[in-house]
């Protein structure tokens, strides 16, 4: 008994960290949280700014506790519920439409030129990667969407123009390669068509790519405002990010009329615009911030897999 005891001491012992180890953690742990304080803190300083009042924001700056709370700046925002309303209804629709559709275009490519039976695969690979060199001109684009393909003031002038990414079909193509090709081969010996192994087999094996791909589409949806300014005149369809890039408008065309004379600064000074911009900032990043954490895990893995297998 007294040899097994001290085996077990000793082994504990062993266990234990030198205290260059412990110091080496405990300085990574350190510079960790550093790290993440900083990408933390300017979050917070725009949302605690955004319940500051307009003079506290003039007079002491962004502060981590304001001198003066108010809900001045989201009246300001909020002083139009109906349009704010629609316009998330229009952000969220669109956001959620095309993300589908942006994954189920990526996702069949990136199957398609993984495939090494296929035999046209380098070509349009190399076709796809053209067209991120050279474009067509704004023009020319601007008359086929809204003469021939009718996107003018549409759903589909918001969607269409950011359905396919280049970026995401390289990924995808990528990724799939990874997965070894003599589950398809046997797939195909049990009967399945591509269609199905592609449904059934690769999608559900691809789980980390499709929120990879789905977080990079949402992201370029619900921050797109320049599609919206292009094809849409209709209020009620018009995007969020546009809605808040008119106001931001507003608020420096008002400036602009302050500076001629041409308008009371008085009035001008009743407009909350600091405390407004990071009120803005907040409803539109919101959704997103808290999208993120759901599927981290999963996205971070569809990165790394692929962007560096090939």
């Known amino acids: 008994m007294k ?20 110091a080496f953690n405990v300085m990574g742990y350190l510079l960790v ?10 979050f917070y300083l725009i949302f605690i700014s955004s319940f500051a009042s307009e003079s506290a924001l003039l007079r002491d700056g962004y502060q981590m506790i304001p001198s003066e709370f108010s809900l001045e700046s989201y009246r300001w925002v909020f002083r139009n519920p109906t349009r704010i ?3 998330y209804r229009n952000t969220i629709f669109v956001t959620v439409t095309g993300t589908c559709l942006s994954i189920v275009l990526a996702t069949m490519t990136g199957y398609v030129l993984s495939r090494k039976d296929f035999p046209w695969r380098n ?3 190399l076709f796809f990667f053209f067209t991120t060199l050279f474009s067509g001109g704004m023009v020319p684009w601007y008359i086929l969407c809204t003469k021939y393909l009718g996107f003018k003031n549409n759903y589909l002038g918001m969607i269409m123009p950011m359905a396919f990414s280049v970026w995401n079909m390289i990924i995808s193509k990528n990724f799939m390669k990874s997965i070894p090709f003599d589950i398809v081969e046997s797939a195909k010996m049990d009967g399945a068509n591509d269609f199905w192994i592609y449904v059934r087999l690769m999608m559900p094996l691809s789980k980390p790519l499709l929120a990879t791909l789905g977080l990079f589409s949402a992201l370029g949806y619900w921050n797109d405002w320049y599609n919206s300014m292009l094809f849409i005149t209709n209020k009620d369809m018009q995007s969020l990010q546009y809605f808040l890039q008119e106001m931001l408008s507003s608020i420096e065309a008002l400036k602009q009329l302050v500076a001629k ?6 009035m001008y000074e009743t407009v909350p615009q600091a405390g407004m911009k990071m009120a803005m900032t907040c409803v539109v990043t919101g959704p997103i911030i808290f999208l993120y954490p759901v599927i981290q895990r999963h996205f971070v893995k569809g990165l790394t897999v692929g ?4």
């Open 3 to 22: 040899k097994v005891e001290k085996m077990q001491k000793s082994r504990k012992r062993g266990i234990r960290m030198s205290s260059d180890r412990v």
């Open 307 to 310: 962007a560096v297998k090939g």
């Open 33 to 42: 949280l550093l790290f993440g304080l900083a990408c933390l803190i300017p």
């Open 85 to 87: 309303l629609y316009s």
């Open 261 to 266: 004379g041409e308008m009371n600064a008085v």
């Open 123 to 125: 070509a349009f690979a």
